[in-house]
């Protein structure tokens, strides 16, 4: 019986040193710093035209029914990188598409009816892209049918903030025929800017 | 009976007395004073200091840019440890301040790539002997090209003995990121923030 109590006492004195043993593995040494908050932030390239986003009407604003020889006035687009990056470059496009009045007795292909416009002002900042565009259907004047099929792009860039115009301005030719009459165009701008 | 008796108390004496006797043979005494037991110290730095630092801060990048910095890592203790490093989980943030493009829960995190390296021998350049840090939470080493992952499959990792520093060793941590050419305007405005945490530990505490 004595036997019995003293393996007892051996084999608790045994488990007590093994959980000493255990546990003093926790009292290593460490210690531990921090990189905080290490951050990347991307930056914006926000193109605005006239302050919004989309679509900005220039020439249609009124709806222009234009008689032959007359002239839709001076449209002006404002173009802001409203972002906090750098625009490199502006590409700038042009297109249209056939809108024509519902009574129209003689039905003009929308390439027939661009090409009765003539445009005498086409200027992007202080740079004239009348310059840039050539007399493709060769009717004797830069028209808007010339200029959807010009590559405009590579304009000046835009700095963050920074604001740059467009102005267009139209003419109908004056020996267009009434055969025009009740035909249009809806004619699209499309500005891209670059990183 | 009685005579016998007195006889071997004597005996007994005597025996007692030689016994005594034994004390007064020669002897010497020396000793070993001052035994000193100090502990070392294991004293992780970053930067110089025992505050965190940040790293890494970078604004307004766009697709195309890339760039990198580091810490220091600097054992300042007595005792050489092992470096384990981990990561918090990936904090995104749209954009705010109504941008075109911004909104959604914020996708930089998982289009912006970085790596992580330990810059060994400090030469601000990935090379020989350094220690790279791979998003599968494994470690890997020079010439291996660096692995780069985005931060959100960087986040929420560890990578245990790293390496051993030993006393007064310095080494740093390098972080480089690139946001790739083809993501798209998602990212714009958004941000992504990340913790890192060193701890050197005496070794096998593993």
Not at chain 1, 22 to 43: K, M, P, R, Y
Not at chain 2, 152 to 161: I, T, V
Request: without cysteine.
């Amino acid at each position: 019986m004595a036997t019995i109590k003293s393996l007892a006492i051996i084999m608790l004195l045994l488990a007590v040193l093994s959980t000493n043993i255990t546990s003093g593995t926790w009292a290593l040494f460490n210690d531990d710093e921090a990189s905080n908050a290490d951050q990347i932030v991307s930056g914006t390239l926000d193109l605005k035209t006239d302050d919004e986003d989309g679509t900005s009407q220039t020439l249609d604003e009124k709806n222009l029914s234009l008689e032959p020889g007359e002239s839709s006035g001076l449209g002006v687009v404002a173009l802001k990188n409203a972002g906090s990056v750098v625009g490199s470059s502006l590409d700038i496009s042009f297109s249209y598409i056939e809108s024509d009045n519902i009574t129209n007795d003689v039905d003009m292909s929308a390439d027939e009816t661009a090409a009765i416009f003539e445009v005498i002002v086409l200027t992007y900042d202080v740079t004239n892209l009348l310059a840039s565009i050539s007399d493709d259907n060769i009717n004797g004047y830069i028209d808007l049918q010339d200029l959807a099929g010009t590559d405009l792009s590579g304009q000046s860039g835009l700095g963050a903030g920074a604001t740059k115009d467009l102005s267009i301005e139209v003419i109908t030719d004056n020996t267009t025929s009434t055969d025009f009459a009740d035909d249009g165009v809806d004619i699209t701008m499309a500005f891209t800017l670059n990183q | 009976m009685k005579k016998i008796l007195g006889l071997t108390i004597s005996a007994l004496l005597v025996i007692g007395a030689v016994g005594g006797g034994t004390y007064a043979f020669f002897t010497d005494t020396e000793s070993s004073p001052n035994n000193t037991l100090t502990a070392g110290t294991l004293d992780l730095n970053i930067d110089g200091g025992d505050i965190g630092v940040t790293t890494l801060s970078v604004g307004n990048v766009a697709p195309g840019d890339s760039g990198g910095d580091n810490s220091t890592l600097t054992n300042s203790g007595s005792l050489s440890g092992e470096l384990d490093i981990s990561t918090s989980a990936a904090a995104n943030t749209p954009g705010g301040g109504g941008g075109e493009y911004e909104g959604g829960s914020g996708e930089l995190g998982a289009s912006a790539n970085i790596t992580m390296f330990i810059d060994v021998d400090q030469d601000s350049a990935w090379s020989s002997g350094d220690i790279g840090l791979k998003s599968d939470n494994t470690t890997y080493s020079h010439p291996t090209a660096l692995a780069y992952d985005t931060i959100d499959n960087f986040a929420s990792k560890s990578w245990n003995a790293v390496e051993t520093m030993v006393a007064t060793a310095s080494d740093d941590f390098t972080v480089l990121w690139e946001i790739p050419t083809d993501v798209d305007n998602t990212i714009q405005g958004d941000s992504v923030s990340v913790n890192v945490t060193f701890v050197l530990e005496q070794a096998a505490v593993d």
